[in-house]
């Protein structure tokens, strides 16, 4: 038989025989393949059986499979380790109807730092698919360490920037992007500097791992500037790198009280009293004037010294001089004045105090300046109203003053125009062509202009020169409170004070405005600006506020709301009792007991502060100080508003203007 025969015959022979039935069950058919279509972080993909680099920290690992997976027990089956074994804890969540899983770290992982995502044995939902599982390891990417936030006391500081009103004793609390160690903190990276560039020294700990505290190791000076640095050499221990942090620190002033609790009246007097004495002991000897400021030598000023003859009769009237010492002042005064230099009129605004001689206040003002002779005039209608006429000597000053009022040439500083002109010089002639248009500190100017019995001006000057025709109106509304004239915001405060000294606006109203409603709204738009900061100056306050024309540590600048350089002047609140007083006794308060050892000086408050800087000034102004002293008295006894308005041509004049309710 041939060989293939044989083979067929028992394969056929097989084929017959009877079926061998086995005892055990038939094997379960093998599932599908659930399929892990893809691992993103971000735009980052991971790939097995290598390490992925550069995987962002602070986004969820995305997982994509090919059918919605089964969710029993699937939070035990996605885990991820860093390269320690430790646990990184995931929040899952589920989208695509199932199909793709994110987990989120709890927190932000490490930089550059290597991690395991371990995915085990899942099915699909139907229980018919199966994953088999799988690992992906990655390493994160290298980036800086960040400065999330940075807080002084509570008070957040931004890079740059300052934090002040702070207790000697404060903590800060910076929180960063990554974990930190304390035993990777370079000491060297985090300084405190104070006054000078006196490094303080500083403890540093840990409230959680991401957030370090810094404590001073002392309490610090009240009334100081520090610096903090946080520098390039700060570091955790993964060594990022780090841009570094500077910001400004402020210590409040010490709270305490500076001098003995005293009632606010007292506190009046004593600020009345104490402010007179520049007027009274630093008046120049020969003329009896003020001078400009503290360190004027002979130069006297007139719109200063006409403030400065106000006051002379508060002096009296609060018992800081006799009534003789007065007038015998007030005589050496008008004396003088009438030999000093004048133009059609019109006093220079500083002179010599022994000679009378015009001191050129800038190149082309070295004449008649008409705004400083109506505030000397003003107050010297103050005064003549407050003489008595049947005491010769005291006439003889009346008859003086006269003489000088109707002297001046209020219509020739027209020109012949609508408008008066603030400056005359005999050599330069009109070259300074500064026209006086509203609305500023020059309204009393046009009422005396309009009230002079010899030269007056038409009352079209008025409406068409300094109203400008009603140009000069605002009607805008700030802090909630609408402002009748002026520039936006107000402009600065001495705009509420100066015509006012004499000038009586409680009841003054024109067809433009009513000149109450116009200074108290002017004041407390100052007030409310300076307590909400909004540059953020140290310093500023509902209690310390004040915005006007005053010295700064640069030099001299007519500080408003719209020229903010961080300096408080005290005249400007203090100036304003009457529009505001419980705000300027508050402003009084504070620069009386809580700054008092760096404000209060022999002639009373210094000019000006500017707590950011820090910086105080150490000079008094005679055009600052007046002004204290007169609207003080005018709150509390409206002594010479009354005085003022009793002389009969201004009532004349404000009659001419239109002027009602007076």
Request: a negative charge.
């Amino acid at each position: 038989m041939k060989p293939f025969q044989h083979f067929f015959l028992l394969f056929f022979s097989f084929l017959l025989l009877p079926g061998c039935k086995d005892d055990s069950s038939d094997p379960e058919p093998a599932k599908e393949l659930l399929q892990l279509v893809s691992v993103k972080v971000g735009n980052s993909s991971l790939q097995t059986g290598s390490v992925s680099t550069g995987i962002p920290t602070d986004r969820p690992l995305v997982l994509r499979f090919s059918e919605e997976v089964n969710r029993q027990g699937i939070e035990d089956k996605i885990t991820l380790e860093d390269a320690d074994g430790q646990p990184v804890a995931l929040t899952l969540s589920f989208l695509d109807q199932g199909q793709t899983v994110s987990a989120q770290p709890a927190q932000p992982l490490r930089s550059n730092h290597t991690y395991t995502l371990t995915i085990d044995e899942l099915t699909n939902s139907a229980n018919t698919s199966q994953f088999p599982g799988a690992a992906y390891t990655f390493t994160t990417l290298q980036t800086q360490l960040r400065l999330q936030s940075l807080t002084v006391d509570g008070q957040p500081l931004s890079p740059g920037g300052r934090v002040h009103g702070l207790d000697p004793d404060f903590t800060i609390r910076a929180v960063f992007s990554e974990a930190l160690e304390a035993g990777a903190i370079a000491a060297s990276g985090i300084r405190l500097s104070g006054p000078g560039g006196q490094q303080i020294a500083v403890r540093a700990s840990l409230e959680d791992p991401t957030t370090l505290l810094i404590k001073p190791e002392q309490p610090l000076n009240y009334l100081s500037r520090y610096e903090l640095d946080i520098t390039s050499q700060f570091y955790t221990s993964s060594e990022l790198s780090f841009s570094g942090f500077r910001g400004s620190l402020y210590i409040q002033p010490d709270p305490e009280p500076k001098f003995p609790l005293i009632s606010d009246e007292a506190l009046l007097t004593l600020v009345q009293q104490q402010t007179f004495k520049y007027f009274w002991d630093f008046a120049h000897p020969s003329s009896g004037l003020a001078r400009e400021r503290n360190s004027s030598g002979n130069l006297v000023t007139i719109g200063g010294s006409g403030f400065g003859v106000m006051t002379i009769p508060v002096g009296i009237e609060r018992g800081f001089i006799t009534r003789q010492q007065g007038v015998d002042r007030l005589e050496k005064i008008v004396n003088f004045l009438a030999t000093a230099d004048r133009f059609h009129g019109v006093w220079p605004h500083w002179m010599d105090g022994t000679t009378g001689r015009v001191i050129a206040f800038s190149q082309y003002d070295n004449g008649g300046d008409l705004i400083e002779t109506a505030f000397m005039i003003q107050g010297l209608l103050t005064v003549r109203q407050y003489l008595n006429r049947a005491n010769a000597q005291e006439a003889a000053i009346i008859a003086t003053i006269t003489r000088l009022w109707e002297e001046v040439e209020w219509d020739w500083y027209t020109r012949g125009e609508n408008v008066l002109y603030w400056h005359w010089s005999p050599q330069y002639e009109w070259q300074m062509n500064m026209q006086i248009r509203g609305y500023n500190e020059g309204l009393i100017a046009y009422v005396l202009a309009a009230s002079s019995p010899t030269h007056p001006i038409s009352p079209e000057v008025y409406h068409q020169g300094w109203a400008r025709g009603g140009a000069q109106q605002n009607g805008n509304t700030f802090y909630d409170i609408t402002l009748p004239l002026g520039e936006n915001l107000g402009g600065p405060l001495f705009f509420a004070h100066y015509s006012y000294l004499g000038l009586d606006p409680r009841r003054l109203e024109d067809r433009y405005a009513n000149y109450w409603e116009q200074n108290v709204a002017h004041t407390r738009i100052n007030q409310a600006y300076v307590a909400d900061n909004p540059r953020n100056w140290v310093g500023y306050s509902a209690e310390s506020w004040g915005l006007t024309a005053s010295d700064n540590q640069s030099g001299y600048s007519a500080h408003s709301p719209t020229n903010d350089l961080g300096v408080i002047t005290p005249t400007a609140a203090l100036s304003s009792f009457p529009y505001t007083p419980e705000a300027s006794m508050a402003a009084l308060r504070y620069f009386y007991y809580t700054l008092g050892d760096r404000l209060w000086g022999p002639y009373g408050f210094y000019d000006a502060y500017n707590l950011t800087v820090p910086w105080f000034a150490s000079s008094y102004l005679a055009i600052d100080q007046g002004p204290i002293i007169i609207m003080i008295e005018n709150y509390r006894t409206q002594l010479l508003w009354n005085l003022f308005m009793s002389n009969p041509e201004i009532a004349a004049g404000l009659d001419r203007l239109d002027f009602s309710a007076y």
